[in-house]
Structures are given as structure tokens and as C-alpha cells.
């Protein structure tokens, strides 16, 4: 035994004494050690990691991207906004299209000028672009490829994501324009088309959110987004495209929630596990594009000004843990198409943690951290575990239309909420000091529409719940 562990331990013994001095009684794995939703234990007092491996951004020389959601269904009000969020310091743009399971009810009309229309005038060699995961992805990144091929804009400068994930489309709506047998001969010919025209950024995204929102555990979304991205790498090989090529147009999305440590871990184990995956793969590990989004699921329509402090909490997390795109989804979601108030909120919540608070300027703070690197290193065993058995199952898309997934994710919103009824788990503002008074909030006039139900395949979708609906049920 080293002289410096024999230091830690004589002072954990010393540590313990007065922890149990002070518990006067009360058991010590009740009071003090905790699980999360996976089962995973977090201890009080961890001793220092050495030499860990570091986890940055794709691109550490830049801070990260601060993407505002773009999901109004009228055109004008969303030119209108993107031109204010632009002017007033966001740097990445969300476009959420009509369809998509995160478009919650709203969204941009899926039609070839909805591009060109929100687009127009805005600079696309200095904003990152995203089209979130919907089912006319493929046509959206055709529509945007011609956009870019007609404007003047330097391809080297392009930052683009078009988010295409048929995993995350059949979870979230249960459906896909084909059946699973002619997306899989279709697909490498599209990978192939897009390679041959040059398009830079990300084509194919592993998207967790729709898997978090629904319930699922950082483990479940965890191993669901491994499995798409292997997924992705075979429809790149059938592509006849080199791997060491195709790995960086794949990106990642992901939920992020008030839960500051393991969301923090979440992002370091992605990095990790898909470093793995690469190297299993025998390639050069690139390193993940990882885009992250406040969770849905924490928001509350009950005392509305909590979301902020849990909208914060979770972009700290995303920021420390090394995200290169956040999204903030406004404090009012939950009762209605957002206002500008809530937009507005959403990006400052960003702009004082970069350019007062300066977060970007440490890469991977809670790097040798010993509570997050024990953290990160069970999420990572975990969501291995759960990689396997999806792929056991057939794959990701087989899994799905089986129902395995569903069955998962399902039974742990179950349980979580369960704790909730229980008085288990606390909701501030809901259940914890809940207002006396319900302030109004300010919407935009949209109708809310279902997510469409065409398509020829089914299988058991996976619906957004929210935290007081989990109570409510």
C-alpha cells in the first residue's frame, strides 16, 4: 500500500466515524448512498481517479454551439425569430420539422421551401444547422443540399446536421415510409449519393431523446443509441464506404436532465463507449459529435419558473460534460408553442454561462473526479450490457418492432413513477413547495397536431411523458 492511499484511507476511516457520529442511529446505506435509475450506486465520498481519460468536445478549440429550436408551423414568425435569436447571440439553429417524435405537437411544414424560406438570409457558413430527426429526413437533406449548391457558401465552412436516425423516427411514431427490409437495401444508396456530392457534417445521428422522454433509463438510452450507431457503420460497409470515413458522419443527440452528475456522466460515457465501438471496429477512434437537449420529461406545467432552474442545472451538466451543441427547450413547452420571453430565457441561459461564467474555457472539468469517473465508468458497463442485448435481439430496428425496447423503457418509467406517488422522489414546484398561485404564461396561437400515422410498418410507439403526468397517471 502507497503512502498516499494509506493517507486516503486513514482519512475515510476518520471521515466515517463522524458521519456516523452525526447519523446518531440512521442507517448509513439508507441516509447516505444513493442509486440511480439503473441501480447504479453512488457513494459520499469517493477517493481521487488518476490518469482518466479525458472527455472534450469534437472540437475543443471552440466553445460550444448554442442552438436555438426552430418549431414554429408559421413561416414568417419563424424567420422572424431566427433572425432575433441570431442577432442576439445564438451560434447553431434546431430546425424541428411536423412529424418528428420531439416536435411535441408542432414543428415546420414538411415541404421542399420550408428550407429556403427559414433559411433565407441567414449566413450559413457562421451557423451551425440541424434538422432534428423526423420522417422526411432523406428529403430534407436533399432539399438542403440544393439549397447549399445554389447559395454562395464555402462547403469547408459548412456545419451541418440532418440527423437522420430510423431507429429514433420507428420509436417515436411506430412507423417508417418503408418496411425495414427496403430501408436497409435503400439506405446505402443514399449514403453513397450523399458521399459522391461531398456533403460535410453529420448524415446519420444515434438519437436518445425520444428513448429518455419516453421513460428509459441513461443505461436504456444509452445502449439504444450504441446499437443505432452500429447500425449506421453496417449501412455505411454496405455502402462499400470506408469506416475510418464514414464514423465522422455519425453524431449522437441525447437528453440531459436535473440530475447534474449523471447527466454529466451520460455524455462521458457516450464518448467512451463509442471510442470502443471504433476500436472494435479497427478504425482510428474519431471523436463523437454529441448534441444535447434539455429533457422533456423534467418539465412541469405547475409552477412554470421551476423548469428554468432545471432547464440551468441541465445545460451545466451538457456544457461541463462536454457536449458540442445544447438546445434549451423553453420553460413553457408544456402549456404551448413557447413566446418569445421563453426563447429568450432559453438562449441567455447559455450566453451567461459561456461568455460571463466562461464553462467553455475548462475542457472536461470533472476529469479524475472521483464520484463522476465512478459514475461514468458503471453507466459505461451498463449500457453495454443493454448494447448487447439489443443486438442479440436482432438489432436495433428488430428490437423495436418486437416490442423489447418498449417492454424496457416502459417498465422503468413504471417504477420511477411509482416513486414519484410514494413521496420517494421530489418535484420542486410540483410535489415540493408547490406555488399557491399559477402565474399565466405566454404561448404562440398554433394548433397541436398528433404525429401522423402513415407509414407501413408498425410497431408499439414510444410517447413523451412529463414528470407531473408521471404523478397524475
Known amino acids: ?34 442509486h440511480t435509475d439503473d441501480g447504479l450506486r453512488i457513494d459520499p465520498l469517493y477517493e481521487r481517479h488518476a490518469n482518466t481519460e479525458a472527455s472534450v468536445r469534437a472540437r475543443p478549440a471552440r466553445p460550444w454551439t448554442i442552438c436555438q429550436r426552430v418549431d414554429d408551423p408559421d413561416i414568417e414568425r419563424a424567420r422572424t425569430q431566427i433572425a432575433d435569436d441570431i ?19 408542432y414543428g415546420l411544414p414538411s415541404e421542399p421551401r420550408t428550407l429556403e424560406r427559414v433559411l433565407d438570409g441567414v449566413s450559413l457558413n457562421d451557423v451551425h444547422v440541424r434538422i432534428d430527426v423526423h420522417p422526411a429526413s432523406r428529403a430534407m437533406a436533399d432539399w438542403l443540399v440544393t439549397l447549399i449548391s445554389q447559395a454562395k457558401v464555402d462547403p469547408a465552412k459548412l456545419s451541418l446536421s440532418f440527423g437522420i436516425d430510423p431507429a429514433a423516427t420507428f420509436a ?19 449514403l453513397a449519393h450523399f458521399f459522391a456530392m461531398d456533403v460535410p457534417g453529420v448524415l446519420l445521428e444515434a438519437d436518445g431523446r425520444v428513448l429518455h422522454n419516453a421513460g428509459a433509463t441513461e443505461a436504456q438510452e444509452l445502449g439504444v443509441m450504441l446499437a443505432s450507431a452500429v447500425s449506421h457503420l453496417k449501412l455505411f460497409e454496405e455502402a462499400r464506404q470506408a469506416l475510418v470515413y464514414a464514423a465522422p458522419h455519425i453524431g449522437f443527440a441525447l437528453s440531459v436532465d436535473q440530475n447534474q ?20 471496429c479497427s478504425i482510428p477512434a474519431s471523436p463523437a459529435v454529441v448534441h444535447a437537449e434539455t429533457s422533456m420529461r423534467m418539465i412541469s406545467r405547475l409552477d412554470t419558473e421551476t423548469n428554468i432552474l432545471r432547464n440551468t442545472i441541465a445545460c451545466f451538466a451538457a456544457a461541463v460534460g462536454g457536449a458540442d451543441s ?21 438562449r441567455n441561459t447559455q450566453l451567461v454561462m459561456m461568455r460571463e461564467s466562461h464553462i467553455d474555457h475548462v475542457l472536461d472539468p470533472a476529469r479524475g473526479s472521483g464520484g463522476v469517473e465512478a459514475l461514468t465508468e458503471s453507466l459505461c458497463d451498463a449500457a453495454w450490457v443493454e448494447f448487447q442485448r439489443i443486438e442479440s435481439e436482432g438489432g436495433v430496428l428488430a428490437s423495436l418492432k418486437a416490442g423489447h425496447i418498449q417492454a424496457r423503457v416502459k417498465a422503468s418509467a413504471t417504477e420511477r413513477a411509482k416513486a414519484y406517488r410514494a413521496g420517494n422522489r421530489k418535484i420542486v414546484g410540483t410535489t415540493l413547495y408547490p406555488a399557491k398561485l399559477e402565474r399565466l404564461v405566454e404561448t404562440l396561437a398554433a394548433t397541436q397536431r398528433p404525429t401522423p400515422s402513415d407509414g407501413v410498418v408498425f410497431c408499439d410507439a414510444l410517447a413523451p411523458t412529463r414528470i407531473d403526468q408521471e404523478i397524475e397517471a
Open 1 to 34: 500500500m502507497t503512502e498516499k492511499s494509506e493517507s486516503h484511507d486513514v482519512q475515510k476511516k476518520r471521515w466515517l466515524t463522524l458521519a456516523e457520529k452525526a447519523l446518531a442511529g440512521a442507517s448509513f446505506e439508507e441516509t447516505l448512498v444513493s
Open 261 to 280: 452528475f449523471v447527466s454529466m456522466a451520460k455524455i462521458r460515457a457516450l464518448r467512451r463507449l463509442w471510442a470502443r465501438i471504433q476500436e472494435a
Open 172 to 190: 417515436g411514431t411506430g412507423r417508417l415510409r418503408m418496411s425495414l427490409e427496403a430501408l436497409q437495401a435503400s439506405m446505402p444508396q443514399s
Open 87 to 105: 442577432a442576439q447571440g445564438a451560434t447553431g439553429l434546431a430546425l424541428v420539422f411536423e412529424g418528428a417524435p420531439n416536435a411535441f405537437g
Open 326 to 346: 445544447i438546445s434549451i427547450l423553453p420553460h413553457t413547452i408544456a402549456h404551448g408553442l413557447p413566446g418569445g420571453f421563453a426563447r429568450r430565457v432559453a
